[in-house]
């Protein structure tokens, strides 16, 4: 089973910083997931919509200039990255999770996932998309049809994983609370990964990885390592 850090290694360092992509790497974490908006001409890895749980200002991530964003500190330690410097830190060293979040697809995501190819020593089935905008993910499928997506839900749906296949998805990402046996036993007959997310409890790691889960976002990939390897005790 696949060990994501949600955020980077977000127990040990802010969230969605270099410093949480540092911790996760050092945890020889298998990817990292990373949370996107698009703003101006560029992605901020960034969960929030709004600004004040994470930094010292308030109000809405949009209504600020990307200059203005670019001066915050999450947590009041470490800056904003762009996508790019999240791609081009973490280097092809490990899977990386893009979840968009405000999203303009339009607004050159591609260009981006390209240069982290060309440029940051990432192979193209190292990058997944995902998000709990489906439309967004037909986009880009339909624009990109070889771009590896993940279709996120937070229920356990009634045809279990078929809008994940619909979507000619990869793999379909389920909240812990709702992943049941047989939702994974629907997606895997569909040829479809299942990633699971928020799992931060050893008595879950062991339980999904028995269930035959592909992988886990945790936030604390260190525990999660010394769990299910052994490794860090
Ligand atoms: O991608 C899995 C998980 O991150 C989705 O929820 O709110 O933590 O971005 P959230
Ligand atoms: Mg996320």
Same mark, same amino acid.
């Given at each position: 089973?696949?060990?994501? $850090?949600?955020?980077? !290694?977000? *127990? &040990? ?7 949480? +992509?540092?911790?996760?790497?050092? @945890? %020889? ?30 109000g809405r991530l ?53 240069? $982290?190819?060309?440029? !940051?020593? *990432? &192979? ?7 998000? +709990?905008?489906?439309?967004?993910? @037909? %986009? ?10 993940g279709a996120l ?32 036993d629907d997606a ?46």
């Amino acid at each position: 089973m696949l060990i994501f $850090a949600h955020r980077g !290694a977000s *127990f &040990e360092a802010p969230e969605n910083t270099i410093a949480a +992509f540092s911790k996760a790497l050092d @945890a %020889q974490a298998d990817g990292i997931e990373i949370d996107v908006y698009p703003i101006e001409d560029e992605w901020l890895v960034f969960h929030d919509r709004y600004l004040a749980r994470l930094t010292a200002q308030s109000g809405r991530l949009q209504d600020l200039t990307l200059a203005q964003l670019r001066t915050l500190k999450v947590f009041g330690q470490q800056p904003i990255p762009t996508l790019d410097e999240a791609l081009d830190f973490i280097g092809g060293r490990c899977q990386v999770n893009i979840e968009l979040k405000g999203a303009d697809i339009k607004r050159g995501l591609t260009r981006h996932l390209r240069r $982290a190819v060309e440029y !940051a020593n *990432f &192979e193209p089935e190292q990058l997944l998309v995902s998000s +709990f905008n489906h439309h967004w993910l @037909a %986009q880009l499928k339909q624009d990109h049809p070889l771009q590896r997506i993940g279709a996120l839900t937070t229920s356990c749906p009634l045809n279990y994983a078929y809008f994940a296949a619909q979507l000619e998805a990869w793999s379909v990402h389920i909240d812990v609370d709702f992943v049941t046996q047989e939702f994974i036993d629907d997606a895997h007959e569909r040829g479809l990964k299942v990633f699971v997310f928020t799992v931060d409890e050893p008595d879950d790691m062991r339980e999904l990885n028995q269930m035959g889960v592909d992988g886990i976002f945790t936030n604390h990939p260190t525990l999660a390592k010394n769990v299910l390897h052994g490794l860090f005790v």
